[in-house]
């Protein structure tokens, strides 16, 4: 048996792993309350510690597993457990893709939505993409007595994990790792810690310290050095208290501006701004979107539109409008348009679109929107989407349940939901991307 008892003590009960939760942990029963169980997998039986009773059901911490699921596959990465990167490594890809299509399934039926005739919503299969193809990252770096630790957290834990390699991220990536985490040396004392955000742009790395403490001369000539070394793009910093929305990250090093592909379009993000984790998965989406909405016969709406990932793409075939709340987001977009001869098939708008959102009147000058959210989902949005009349939108999400909620308010309004595709750019995790259409 792979997993051994770990840790005695505390309330402890054997238990039947039932099934496997919205999270990816496995669920079982005891005293009537569901006990979720991290890296157990359904039909297991295991000796698990239960803490944190809450009337929504126990924590459960798996002590040893008595029987072992058929699904049960030897993880590929030596930091899996520690590191809250990966907490499914242990499920085979078939079970796994099956589950996580499942969960769209679920959050779907939880709300009532069902297909275009009236049946079971017409889900694809999941589309995976590749290991290491993960091109931006937040990591946490913490200072110890004898260096610094750069990693990710456990899962609901304080606990770091230095990172040495790692099966998602690209591979270029796990390279800048111990460079970063020695130059790191110069900036964080003894328990400080920070947080570095790296993104491999399509002509370099372009790496965002954010700590308490600014970086003093050593730290910035050991940053810099690392930069020249490792040929980093661009090396800024920030507060980690100030949003990057409230001050601009101040340069330490910049050898040439990063920037990413929107389809031809070569936009410069600003540091740490939104964009889709992997090229692969980006290139999915805007395939379902622009396939989806360049027929629309006119004008088109991209709202939470970032730094116009589906704007570009679009305005190859259609007027695009783009709204965005990050004013920087909008900035780089802006600046893309220009640079590119797009201004005036793009325009673009910063606003808030929790508080101000767009009345159904404004949305009827669009022949397809496509909204794409973060976790909290587009409630107000959808509600006046639903109140509209455009004739098709596309709904991208990084929440299977926010996006059903915003399903079920669009279907209540009259949409037909036509299609779901799953797009998983967090492989062996429990976050899912998907790209849905609705039609009238
Ligand atoms: C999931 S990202 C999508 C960005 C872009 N569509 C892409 O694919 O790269 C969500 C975007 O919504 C923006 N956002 C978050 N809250 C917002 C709000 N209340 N109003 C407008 N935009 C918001 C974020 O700044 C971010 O750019």
Redesign the pocket.
Known sequence: MRRKARRGGGKQAELTIEGLGARGDGVAQHDGRPVFVPFALPGERARVKLTGAKSAGYKGELIELLSESADRVEPVCPHYGPCGGCTLQHLAPEAYRTWKRQQVLNALQREGVRGPDGGEPNVAELTVVPAGTRRRATLTAKARRDGVDLGFHGRESHVLEHITTCYVLRPRLVEVLPGLSNALRHLLKGGESASVTLLDADNGVDVLVRSHRPPGLDARQALAALAEQQDLARVTWLPIELDPEEIEAEPVSIRRPPFVHFGEIAVEPEPG????PTAEG?TA?IEAVTGWLKDAGGPLA??????G??TFPLARYQPVHA????RA?IASLWQAARRNDYAGPVTAEV?????EPPAAEELDTFAGVVF???RAGAKALARELADSRVPTVVA?S?NANTFARDARLLVEGGYTLAEVRPIDQFPWSGHLELVARFHR
């Open positions: 701004s939104f964009l889709q980006q989406l991209d709202f939470y539109a970032g730094c990932t589906f709204v965005e709340g990050e987001a606003r808030d679109l929790v508080e794409d959210p973060p991208v990084c």
